[in-house]
């Protein structure tokens, strides 16, 4: 019997998380707690209310759940009925089905079960992690994974363990690993005023990055815009008075490139 997944949305025609035209589904519940999050009712494994209900929450996919409940367990089966639906447009786009979170390895069993199930109807899958989990996690559904949206925060461990909460050792020994597989893997770089956006910072990870052999990175721009989620669920966003300029993005694609890697800016206008 297949078990259900706790998803706290559903977005359709996303462009932004791998190739065309895609569906993103977010799985609640993540062991990394980063200061930053844009997604701060992912963090929880279980439903959470809010304080006050909100037009803002899940308006492109109220089946998923009302205004006063964030997260709800939902069937392989359920999911993809509302996946097909769209199949003329990842056809016409190159595009399919993107499993995001939270993070997608913390409910293993759901991903796998969902994976194989869209290999069965030959759509394109795109898995976007933190990449901290078990290796057994990635073994598990990595033939089943076109692409994997890896995300590289912070190189020092003490910085980030006070930012995110958990240990990067396990994080960096996986993109090694997956790497070693010719796995297919877009390396993610949110840019976090006065936190990841230090030279020393990105001079480390490009470093890292190409030692590897990787060569291109996506750049990730701060929004400041989510503080309105942690009004609404009681917390306090400790990264509302940040911004990110124009500047700094491309005095960050500059350093990067010193390590021979390619930038591209994503989700900036």
Request: hydrophobic share 35%; net charge positive; proline share 4%.
């Amino acid at each position: 019997m297949q078990r259900p997944g706790m998803i706290f949305d559903i977005k359709k025609y996303t462009i932004h998380d791998g190739p065309g035209i895609r569906t993103t589904i977010f799985l609640k519940g993540c062991p990394l707690h980063c200061q930053w999050c844009q997604n701060p009712e992912s963090m929880s494994f279980r439903p959470e209310r809010l304080d006050r209900p909100s037009r803002h929450f899940y308006v492109n996919s109220p089946w998923v759940t009302d205004r006063m409940t964030i997260g709800k367990l939902i069937s392989v089966n359920r999911i993809i009925d509302e996946i097909m639906k769209d199949t003329v447009f990842y056809k016409a786009s190159g595009g399919g089905i993107t499993i995001s979170g939270g993070e997608p390895l913390a409910q293993i069993d759901f991903v796998d079960s969902l994976l194989k199930v869209c290999k069965k109807n030959r759509l394109h899958t795109v898995i976007d992690t933190s990449g901290y989990a078990d290796w057994a996690c990635f073994e598990k559904i990595r033939r089943q994974t076109d692409l994997f949206l890896y995300d590289m925060k912070i190189f020092d461990r003490k910085a980030h363990i006070k930012y995110t909460g958990v240990d990067n050792t396990i994080i960096f020994e996986n993109l090694e690993k997956l790497i070693a597989t010719r796995a297919k893997i877009a390396i993610r770089f949110p840019l976090i005023p006065q936190v990841t956006d230090a030279v020393a910072n990105m001079r480390a990870i490009g470093n890292f990055l190409s030692k590897n052999k990787i060569r291109e990175i996506d750049i990730l721009p701060f929004n400041f815009l989510c503080y309105e989620k942690y009004n609404r669920i009681g917390k306090r966003y400790p990264f509302r008075s940040s911004r990110t300029t124009r500047s700094r993005i491309e005095s960050t694609v500059k350093e990067f490139s010193k390590s021979g890697l390619s930038a591209k800016i994503e989700g900036w206008a």
